[in-house]
């Protein structure tokens, strides 16, 4: 992550001289005959004669203007290219059919794994009829709504954030999130009378945990904007702080931890279930963290227990006995067991050795075993061991081969939940007894497919440096490998994140249209553990983007299909990777769909929290880091007078996360060298959409519509409408109350 002043001090304004360029792409569908309205034009997107000397390198940035989504002429700007995508979409025979299908897809009823507190289960429920899932509590055979965001603003565009139950189940703390961004306030509701607390600023960050007397909470705190807290450094200004319920809001709360200062790095804190031990972990990046403790009422300061030296840690406490899971020496990780005693890391001793066939996911302590959820060949396996370590693990029969949630339940009660789910079987979660190993469903997902027409594969290739690469892919039996089908591949590979074989609704107008779906397990992500993540991180990025035109060209080589009908899609880290591949391989593909991503790696750690990232990436302000950064940087990388595929970039216009402004540049270039590409911006909407099922209808429909138009594909035909729920009338937050 570079600081925006070290950056400036390495940097020179060679030019800085306006001209203006207004060549237009070529619309990418041909609109319909009789269609009355005007169709909208492209904005002029004019180039500035920018250029920096960075470590040496003359880089241009013609496109900087566009940074700045506070001045006019920007707005206009988006707002034009927004209206012009959409009215093309609109135009695209079968985009009609396609909305309606999707409609009937994901307006199902769905439900989450349930928290169990104080004899009640808090779980959030998918109803048919509705937006936004609903926050429910059942007691016995009654069900209760708890929160509802259906009804938190006329536009519905408020979010429910994370949410925890106190333990006694009397209290639920949630995050209230405008736009569904990242930016929060915490609230309280009092589960019987349905009153809210006053907000509590700064959750932005937060995940609250309640004191066993269920007296309060400690949670994560960021001051607001200010000129001295800027967007790029507020992480580094994360606080640790301790909310009583009694208080009318935060502006009491303790400090329980400083901040650190250092916008690379960013704090989380958990209490153990005992309310004994409050842990800190000081995260530098995704690879690396140290962890604190602080025994409560005995402890004036915290204990390092260990600092990370490449290396992570998951602690978890039970009697005094405390069960850390890392990758330390274990690229597939292990876990040790230490006394409160002696938590020195010379003391801990072995408990799970490391499985070199399987990557240890994630550590509960529940019903009074180990539980660990493994990832095999990247799906999941769940395993249970004792706390002792003796004896031989035993395994959870799971439905199939596909994804196995984290486990939900208590150190000290054989009840636990978690949901399963596999590429062509919905959601269902299952209620799990630790003592015997038997599942009964507690909840199940109806979806309209026929699941039985599908088959999944799973196959491997070599990337260009020879390591082999996984990836699923899913196409009806009767398919015929011949080159001729159009093909949907997704990829990450980034921040330890596992891209695992669940379900999604939103594959199948896909599928039924005849395509293959395709997702590879590439370098940077979690699917193989510590070594396949620092393979794809850092100086190492070009192993991800070389795994992905792998899977590509096996694709290809296979015939799966050809390149003119082979679409990328991918979102955040993800649209850096098809931003990449799409300058490094355009011949490659047939269409790109990029999504609310990072492409200017030259800028990034200027803008939003990009500075959390530079672990992961490299700092432009190092000359090494910068050398690998600005040799793929996607924005840096568009030619004049190249051919690329068509692209399609989603966008959301108050992404606190991951700033708009490398979609809007990346367009513009692409624009102004005659290149097909949309850029469709949803309103109101954060990092990850608009959390309402109807915008991301729309917005699947479009992508669809455009990916079959541009493919050639032929689109389904038109079922019957089926109408969408209908906005509720506006409805105040219940009343302030701390009773």
Excluded at 192 to 216: L, R
Excluded at 313 to 340: C, H, M, S, W
Aim: proline fraction near 7%.
């Amino acid at each position: 992550m570079t600081r925006p002043l070290a950056l400036a001090l390495l940097t020179v304004i060679v030019a800085c001289t306006a001209a203006t360029e207004t060549t237009k792409p070529t619309p990418t569908v041909t609109p319909d005959a009789g269609v009355a309205k005007a169709a909208p034009v492209l904005p002029q997107s004019r180039k500035e004669a920018i250029a920096e000397a960075i470590h040496g390198q003359q880089v241009s940035d013609p496109f900087r203007w566009l940074e700045n989504d506070k001045a006019q002429e920007v707005k206009d700007w988006m707002k034009a290219e927004d209206e012009y995508s959409r009215y093309l979409f609109r135009r695209i025979v079968g985009r009609k059919a396609l909305d309606d299908r999707l409609s009937k897809l994901l307006y199902v009823e769905s439900a989450s794994p349930p928290v169990k507190r104080g004899g009640r289960l808090f779980y959030l429920k998918q109803l048919a009829d509705k937006e936004k899932a609903i926050l429910f509590m059942r007691e016995g055979e009654g069900e209760k709504v708890v929160l509802d965001p259906n009804k938190w603003s006329r536009d519905q565009s408020v979010a429910l954030g994370t949410w925890v139950p106190s333990w006694d189940g009397k209290y639920v703390v949630f995050q209230y999130k405008p736009n569904n961004s990242d930016e929060a306030v915490l609230r309280v509701v009092i589960v019987e009378s349905g009153g809210w607390t006053k907000p509590i600023e700064g959750g932005k960050y937060a995940t609250p945990s309640w004191t066993p007397d269920n007296a309060g909470f400690y949670y994560e705190w960021v001051p607001p904007l200010s000129p001295e807290v800027t967007v790029a450094d507020r992480p580094g200004f994360t606080e640790i702080r301790f909310h009583k319920l009694a208080d009318p809001d935060g502006s009491k709360d303790e400090v329980v931890h400083p901040k650190l200062g250092d916008p690379t790095t960013f704090l989380n804190q958990r209490l153990t279930v005992d309310g004994k031990y409050l842990l800190v972990y000081r995260n530098h990046g995704w690879a690396e963290n140290d962890v604190y403790v602080k025994k409560l009422g005995k402890d004036k300061d915290f204990k390092l227990m260990v600092q990370g030296k490449n290396a992570t840690y998951q602690v978890d406490e039970l009697n005094d006995q405390f069960y850390i899971l890392t990758d330390e020496g274990a690229p597939r990780r292990r876990v040790f067991k230490t006394p409160a005693s002696k938590l020195e890391r010379k003391a801990w001793k072995p408990l799970v050795a490391e499985d070199k066939e399987a990557t240890a996911e994630n550590m509960e302590i529940v019903g009074g075993e180990l539980a660990l959820n493994y990832l095999v060949k990247a799906h999941s396996e769940l395993r249970f061991m004792n706390l002792d370590g003796k004896g031989k693990p035993r395994a959870v029969a799971l439905p199939g081969t596909g994804v196995a949630s984290a486990l939900v339940g208590l150190p000290t009660e054989d009840e636990a939940y978690f949901s399963f789910s596999s590429l062509t079987s919905p959601k269902e979660v299952l209620k799990l007894s630790v003592k015997t190993l038997q599942t009964e469903s507690w909840s199940r997902t109806s979806v309209p497919i026929d699941a039985a027409a599908y088959e999944v594969e799973q196959v491997s290739f070599p990337s260009k440096d020879g390591t082999p690469i996984s990836m699923f892919l899913v196409h009806k039996k009767d398919f015929k490998k011949d080159g001729a089908s159009p093909a949907f591949l997704w990829g990450y590979g980034g921040f330890n994140l596992p891209v695992l074989p669940r379900f999604s609704a939103i594959d199948w107008p896909w599928l039924e249209a005849g395509g293959v779906y395709a997702m590879a397990q590439l370098r940077g992500g979690g699917e193989y553990g510590k070594a396949w993540h620092d393979a794809g991180r850092g100086r190492n990025k070009q192993n991800v983007f070389d795994d992905f035109i792998a899977a590509a060209e096996y694709l290809v080589k296979e015939k799966y299909t050809q390149p003119s009908k082979l679409a990328i899609v991918g979102g955040s880290n993800g649209g850096l990777l098809v931003g990449a591949v799409m300058t490094q391989r355009p011949e490659l593909f047939g269409a790109v769909v990029c999504r609310v991503p990072l492409l200017d790696m030259v800028r990034y750690t200027q803008f939003g929290s990009g500075k959390t990232w530079i672990h992961e990436y490299g700092d432009p302000a190092n000359p090494d880091d910068f050398k690998v950064l600005y040799g793929y940087s996607p924005y840096h990388h568009l030619e004049a007078g190249k051919k690329y595929p068509p692209l399609l970039m989603l966008s959301a216009d108050t992404d606190d996360r991951v700033d708009p402004m490398h979609a809007r540049k990346f367009v513009a270039a692409a624009q102004s060298n005659g290149q097909t590409a949309l850029l469709r911006i949803e309103a109101n909407a954060g990092h990850g959409g608009a959390d309402l099922l109807k915008k991301t209808v729309d917005m699947q429909a479009d992508m669809y519509a455009w990916l079959f138009h541009t493919l050639g594909m032929q689109p389904p035909a038109s079922p019957p409408a089926s109408p969408k729920p209908a906005a509720p009338a506006p409805a105040a937050p219940p009343a302030t109350s701390t009773k």
